[in-house]
C-alpha cells in the first residue's frame, strides 16, 4: 500500500485559507487520495476524495499534482472549529484496511 | 439524512468480561466496517460486512467478532476483556466500493 507524509502540525488565522500538503510518492494507478479530520473524541469525518482531478465540495477543495505524487487539501476560509487532526490517506476501491498514520494537527488561532 | 449512530457512547468493564457494541449506518449503505483506534496503535481495521456476509478481516484474535443483520445494522462482540482492549470503537459505512467511508463517534470502551 501506498503511504503518505505529512507535516505533525501547523497553525492557521481565523479567516484565512489553510493549506494542508500531503505526499503520496508511490501512490498506483488506481488509489483515491481521500482526506479526514477527526476532533478530539469524535469519529472521523470525511472531507473530500480523488483520483487524478482536482474537487471542490461544500467543505474544502483538494488538488492533485499533475504525477499524483502529492496534493493539497484547501480550507478556503478557516474557522475555530476547523482546528482538527486532518489525516491525508490513499484507497482503492473495496479496500477498508485504512491506515491513518499521525495527521496534521491543525490549530486555527483567533 | 442520519449519519452513522453508535451507542452506546461510554463503556466501562471489567477484565475477563465480553461486551456488545451496535452501529447503525447510514440509511441506504450496506457496508459496515469497524475498526479499533488508540493512541499507539492509530486505527486498525476489525472487519467489513456486507449484506449480512463478513467480507474482509483485519488481524485480530477470535475474541473479536461481528455481525450484520437484514437491515444493515452490525454488531461487534469483544469476549474476555483484556486491558490491551480499551480503545475508541469505530464504525464506518459505505454505499459502493468507491463511495467514501462515514464514520460514526465511537464507543469509548474503558477495561480495568
Known amino acids: 500500500d501506498a503511504k503518505t507524509t505529512q507535516p505533525t502540525s501547523m497553525d492557521c488565522a481565523e479567516g484565512r485559507a489553510a493549506n494542508l500538503p500531503c505526499n503520496h510518492s508511490?501512490?498506483?494507478?488506481?488509489?483515491?487520495v481521500y482526506w479526514y479530520r477527526q476532533i478530539h473524541s469524535q469519529g472521523p469525518q470525511y472531507i473530500i476524495h480523488?483520483?487524478?482531478n482536482n474537487e471542490t465540495n461544500e467543505m474544502a477543495s483538494l488538488i492533485i499534482t499533475e504525477d499524483r505524487k502529492s496534493s493539497t487539501l484547501i480550507l478556503p476560509h478557516a474557522t475555530l472549529r476547523d482546528t482538527a487532526v486532518y489525516y491525508c490517506?490513499?484507497?482503492?476501491?473495496?479496500?477498508?484496511?485504512?491506515?491513518f498514520g499521525a495527521g496534521t494537527t491543525v490549530t486555527v488561532r483567533a | 439524512k442520519a449519519g452513522v449512530t453508535q451507542t452506546p457512547r461510554y463503556l466501562i468493564k471489567t477484565r475477563g468480561q465480553q461486551v456488545t457494541l451496535s452501529c447503525s449506518p447510514i440509511?441506504?449503505?450496506?457496508?459496515v466496517s469497524w475498526y479499533q483506534q488508540t493512541p499507539g496503535q492509530g486505527l486498525q481495521f476489525l472487519f467489513e460486512?456486507?449484506?449480512?456476509?463478513?467480507?474482509n478481516k483485519g488481524n485480530f484474535p477470535g475474541r473479536f467478532s461481528g455481525r450484520q443483520f437484514s437491515n444493515s445494522r452490525s454488531e461487534m462482540n469483544v469476549s474476555t476483556l483484556e486491558l490491551g482492549d480499551s480503545a475508541l470503537y469505530l464504525c464506518?459505512?459505505?454505499?459502493?466500493?468507491?463511495?467514501?467511508?462515514?464514520f460514526g463517534n465511537g464507543t469509548r470502551l474503558t477495561v480495568t
Open positions: 464506518a459505512s459505505s454505499s459502493t466500493a468507491n463511495s467514501p467511508l462515514h
Open positions: 508511490t501512490i498506483s494507478g488506481n488509489e483515491y
Open positions: 480523488g483520483l487524478k
Open positions: 490517506i490513499v484507497r482503492v476501491p473495496n479496500d477498508y484496511k485504512l491506515s
Open positions: 440509511s441506504g449503505h450496506r457496508s
Open positions: 460486512y456486507f449484506s449480512e456476509t463478513q467480507r
